[in-house]
């Protein structure tokens, strides 16, 4: 853990930092989200209508973890670089549980993401430098070289869920990095084809060169693109 001060004279205060989590293995990632959950609000609230529940209880997180580091977000300090993926298997069990126990579902999966939509099973290609490696992002100012990109597992995902009987449409509703996407045309094909409910939207000051490059952000080149 990290102490940092903050402030000076009586308003000073110390402020306690806690260190990533040791990154999960995918069989751990596994062991995780196979419990057999209620998926249900506590009896406690009382059958009271819980409008986070609503939001949540058809989307399915299938990684943890971010190397965007952008300086508005806590993500990667409290989640780590390092993405952190379940097996294909057990995101399809996933969604038959969601489908078979899950009062209401109507056959739509309404996220298939996490942290990052579509940085799903990527990183380095060299366990030696990512070991050694203290830069905060791997996509700013640029996309690391030594990153991989590949984009395929996760459009085979896609394909595999949306194929399972008795699921109507697979819904893509967590952010995701254009600056990677724009890698993998086939990707964008698969995610505007099948799984974008309207429009794709950016935040408005996620247009602006001076605002980006203090968040470390892709530019709008990279969303014209």
Not at 31 to 58: E, L, T
Not at 133 to 152: A, E, M, Q, W, Y
């Amino acid at each position: 853990a990290l102490v940092q001060c903050h402030g000076e004279g009586p308003g000073a205060r110390d402020v306690w930092i806690n260190p990533p989590p040791v990154p999960l293995t995918t069989p751990e990632m596994d062991f995780v989200y196979d419990r057999p959950y209620a998926r249900a609000p506590h009896p406690s609230y009382g059958g009271a209508r819980i409008p986070a529940w609503d939001m949540i209880k058809f989307s399915i997180n299938i990684m943890r973890g971010c190397f965007g580091g952008c300086t508005f977000c806590s993500i990667t300090e409290h989640e780590g670089r390092i993405i952190q993926s379940r097996s294909e298997a057990s995101i399809l069990h996933e969604i038959e549980q969601i489908r078979d126990k899950t009062p209401g579902f109507t056959g739509v999966i309404s996220d298939l993401g996490g942290p990052t939509a579509n940085m799903y099973r990527m990183a380095c290609k060299d366990p030696e430098i990512e070991s050694a490696c203290r830069k905060p992002s791997c996509v700013f100012p640029g996309i690391c070289p030594n990153l991989n990109t590949d984009h395929s597992s996760l459009i085979e995902l896609y394909r595999k869920a949306r194929a399972l009987p008795g699921v109507k449409k697979i819904l893509i509703a967590s952010g995701l990095r254009y600056d990677l996407a724009v890698e993998s045309p086939e990707y964008v094909r698969e995610l505007v084809t099948h799984h974008v409910g309207g429009y794709l939207k950016i935040a408005p000051e996620h247009t602006e060169e001076g605002p980006l490059n203090q968040m470390m952000k892709p530019g709008i080149g990279s969303y014209d693109k």
